[in-house]
């Protein structure tokens, strides 16, 4: 029988502090943000307790604000677009995506969210945990037009965001425009 995890505070939200079984809402739960790249709530908590075996997120992300750096990976990704618009950059093609639309990417797939629209983007964002991931950064005219490319191809992550902002935990701008920041 699994046991229900402890939840704390983080002052930007609640983080599970021991392995088990627990019930969050997103409002409640802890958010990091960067300028860089939008604001995230992981659901766990990576440094203590991760999830073993699939990554759930959801990034929320201003008009033109990318969620990461356009790239591939050995795990296949999911993704659903929750509230607002953005930009799915995949395999050098761009498709404006709103609320509802949903995202399979099977493995090796290149890919990067762009926030589009006059408000923010709220993305549910889910990956399979692989023991030995891998991910290629490649160059990409396209991305690079939207603040999300590289310029050499790297397979380092590393050395993808050298000099780039570190998250910090804060609730995303914008926060009541968010769906569940108007319930209750």
């Not at 802890?30 to 990554?55: I, K, L, M, Q």
């Not at 990461?68 to 990976?73: P, S, W």
């Not at 005219?141 to 965001?161: C, D, F, Q, W």
Request: aromatic share 10%; hydrophobic share 35%.
């Amino acid at each position: 029988m699994a046991d229900q995890a402890r939840l704390e505070e983080t002052g930007s939200g609640q983080v599970p502090t021991s392995e088990g079984w627990f019930v969050v809402n997103v409002r409640d739960t802890a958010w990091e943000s960067t300028g860089d790249y939008g604001a995230r709530c992981r659901f766990e908590n990576r440094d203590e307790v991760p999830f073993e075996h699939v990554g759930m997120n959801i990034r929320v992300l201003q008009p033109g604000q990318p969620n990461c750096l356009y790239h591939a990976e050995s795990p296949e990704e999911h993704f659903l677009v929750l509230h607002g618009e953005c930009l799915l950059l995949v395999e050098e093609e761009e498709r404006l995506l709103r609320a509802w639309d949903f995202v399979h990417c099977p493995p090796n797939t290149r890919h990067v969210f762009v926030g589009a629209g006059e408000g923010p983007c709220a993305i549910l964002m889910v990956g399979a945990r692989l023991p030995a991931d891998w991910v290629v950064y490649p160059v990409s005219v396209l991305a690079r037009r939207h603040g999300a490319g590289v310029e050499t191809e790297t397979n380092s992550p590393k050395i993808a965001y050298e000099g780039r902002e570190d998250a910090r935990f804060e609730r995303p701008s914008g926060w009541g425009d968010l769906p569940w920041a108007r319930l209750r």
